[in-house]
């Protein structure tokens, strides 16, 4: 069974600061993972989507890379913004029903000004 | 605008009735889901519906049912037999559907969500 694991579950840093979220999960046989955020009470914005065959996408300061071997996944963020303060939750969609996605439990960013 | 919509934002509902939340899209996607959240946790999903006219059970279907009569509705209603329905809903949807060999690789789109609260 699938499980997607995000660690920190929280995260505080000074405005400006670079920084990465974490996302580990159990199954390498995915067809795509996603990265989202979301504001409080919010629904889901998608960030970037990486396919299975990608190593990496960018969006702006944004970076998200895939290993698939060791089941991991990073988003970075440069130069980070209060405006970048919103959960970020990680998703992969899995080779058992194509139209399946499993999600982390997000990790809470916190920007300071 | 293209995009989903769901009713009501926020929902209160009394031991022992049936609620439903509305999930319309003006998007022209196949695929569309209903997930449900709670504090602190990731998505967790109810129910998901491919094409028109059926629907597969997802993790936690249990209390819940859904219909799929039109291509851009998915209501969910939430039954008295759910014990602990409190916590926000989403509904989302894909273009892809992931049937007859075709891989739902692309993103999904959320709607704005609705908190239900059982009084």
């Known amino acids: 069974k699938q499980e997607v694991t995000q660690i920190p579950a929280a995260l505080s840093v000074p405005e400006g600061e670079n920084l990465v979220l974490n996302c580990s999960f159990t199954?390498?046989?995915?067809?795509?993972l996603q990265w989202f955020r979301q504001d409080p009470g919010k629904g889901l914005t998608s960030l970037l989507l990486?396919?299975?065959?990608?190593r990496e996408q960018t969006s702006g300061r944004l970076n998200a890379s895939l290993d698939k071997s060791s089941g991991r996944s990073t988003l970075y963020i440069a130069a980070s913004q209060p405006g970048d303060s919103a959960t970020y939750l990680c998703a992969v969609c899995v080779y058992s029903s194509a139209s399946k996605i499993i999600f982390g439990s997000g990790t809470r960013l916190s920007i300071r000004p | 605008d293209g995009g989903i919509t769901q009713s009501p934002k926020y929902l209160f509902r009394k031991e022992g009735q049936n609620v439903t939340l509305s999930c319309e899209q003006n998007l022209n996607h196949d695929a569309m889901y209903w997930y449900r959240q709670d504090p602190g946790q990731g998505l967790r999903l109810i129910y998901y519906s491919q094409i028109v006219n059926d629907f597969q059970k997802g993790d936690i279907a249990e209390g819940y049912s859904v219909s799929r009569e039109k291509k851009e509705s998915f209501p969910l209603t939430v039954t008295s037999a759910q014990k602990n329905p409190t916590a926000f809903y989403l509904c989302?949807?894909?273009?892809?559907?992931?049937?007859?060999?075709?891989?739902?690789?692309?993103?999904?789109?959320f709607g704005p969500g609705t908190r239900l609260t059982v009084l």
């Open positions: 990486i396919q299975s065959s990608q």
């Open positions: 989302a949807s894909r273009k892809g559907t992931g049937v007859s060999g075709t891989v739902a690789t692309d993103t999904q789109y």
């Open positions: 199954d390498s046989a995915i067809y795509n």
